[in-house]
């Protein structure tokens, strides 16, 4: 009997090998970096909430007496013309 392709240590044929599904690397997740990261996330966001509910009420205290605006005309004061110079001519000699 002979040997066929198919066929691999006596009787016993060769089943195809079934497709190995990719591997996933996972890189990073339990890194300590990655760990000190998730702390301080979930830390800060903590203590945020404590702050929140611990806050103290503050009031603004609103003001009540009106001042009163008194309005002052600076048109003239920012038209009116410099003094003109003085400019010394020489006389001739």
Same mark, same amino acid.
């Given at each position: 009997?002979?040997?066929?392709?198919?066929?691999?240590?006596?009787?016993?044929? #060769? #089943?195809?090998?079934?497709? &190995? /599904?990719? &591997?996933?690397?996972?890189?990073?997740?339990?890194?300590?970096?990655?760990?000190?990261?998730? *702390?301080?996330? $979930?830390?800060?966001?903590?203590?945020?909430?404590? &702050?929140?509910?611990? *806050?103290?009420?503050?009031?603004? +205290?609103?003001? +009540?007496?009106?001042?009163?605006? &008194?309005? $002052?005309?600076?048109?003239?004061?920012?038209?009116? /013309? /410099?003094?003109?110079?003085? +400019?010394?001519?020489?006389?001739?000699?």
């Amino acid at each position: 009997m002979s040997k066929d392709k198919t066929q691999e240590n006596g009787w016993f044929k #060769k #089943k195809p090998a079934a497709p &190995k /599904p990719p &591997k996933i690397k996972h890189r990073g997740l339990r890194r300590p970096v990655t760990l000190l990261c998730w *702390a301080v996330l $979930i830390g800060s966001t903590s203590f945020g909430v404590y &702050k929140n509910m611990t *806050a103290i009420d503050t009031h603004t +205290v609103h003001e +009540v007496q009106v001042i009163k605006t &008194k309005v $002052i005309d600076t048109h003239a004061l920012a038209t009116f /013309p /410099p003094r003109p110079r003085l +400019v010394k001519l020489r006389s001739g000699t």
